[in-house]
């Protein structure tokens, strides 16, 4: 059997319900145009949890926890609709997530990478002192592991916040660490005391580290003979001229 629709006219449509739809159409254009662009608001970076909590959560994988942590920590300023700088995150909360990735698998040097090379590259010096600071204090946990982090940390001191105390104070924890670092890194201290004027402490801790006996590479005896050299020609110098 078959079956006709028949379709009605929009005539047949009663007036009163072509003028609800029409005023219902009007208003909600207007409602869109006056409607406020939506806004997209960054979400802050929480506090890190304690250790035993996400030591349960990794459920006995904290090594492959603790890359987790630090590849979502390096991709929090990138949220949906959004790019936060490096530079509005909460500087105490990051330092304490890198920690905390640290803590789960000390061998990660991930937290150490991108605190040294990453976070550090900020306009502002507050937050660059308190990336060192927590490089300078994982360098003392692991001086042997961690020494390359803490080099970097004196050239930043150095070059980017121009502070040469700081950068003395840093270097020489690498001088006088008990492990094996490499003797570029150990001699740091001597460039700083050079930039600063120290000449003649410069001078004594060269001197010394000739004689020790440390230095036995002859390619790095000759170089610190003729920089030791030099720095006695500047010292002499300078005692003239006074």
């Known amino acids: ?8 006219s929009v005539k047949n449509v009663p007036r009163a319900c072509v003028w609800v739809l029409g005023t219902a159409l009007v208003l909600q254009l207007l409602w869109h145009t006056w409607l406020p662009d939506p806004q997209v608001r960054a979400m802050a970076l929480p506090r890190p949890p304690p250790d035993g909590y996400l030591r349960l959560l990794g ?24 790019s936060i700088p490096f530079v509005a995150l909460d500087y105490e909360r990051v ?6 990735s640290l803590r789960l ?21 507050a937050k660059v002192r308190r990336m060192l600071a927590f490089i300078e204090s994982e360098f003392k946990l692991d001086p042997q592991a961690r020494w390359r982090w803490m080099a970097n940390a004196v050239l930043t001191a150095k070059h980017r916040l121009g502070d040469l105390p700081l950068a003395l104070a840093l270097a020489r924890q690498l001088t006088d660490a008990d492990a094996k670092i490499p003797g570029w890194a150990r001699q740091m201290q001597i460039f700083v005391l ?3 004027g120290e000449l003649e402490a410069a001078e004594i801790l060269l001197g010394g580290m000739l004689s020790s006996g440390s230095i036995t590479s002859a390619h790095e005896r000759i170089f610190l003979d003729q920089r030791l050299e030099t720095l006695r020609e500047a010292i002499a110098k ?5």
């Open 1 to 8: 059997m078959n079956r006709t629709t028949q379709q009605r």
């Open 59 to 82: 459920f006995g994988e904290p090594a492959v926890l603790s890359r987790l942590v630090s590849l979502w920590l390096q991709a929090f300023d990138n949220q949906p609709g959004i």
């Open 95 to 100: 330092t304490g997530w890198l920690r905390v």
């Open 105 to 125: 698998d000390p061998g990660n040097s991930y937290p150490l990478l991108v605190a040294s090379h990453l976070y550090t590259e900020v306009p502002d010096a």
């Open 194 to 196: 050079e930039d600063l």
């Open 238 to 242: 300078r005692s003239v001229e006074k």
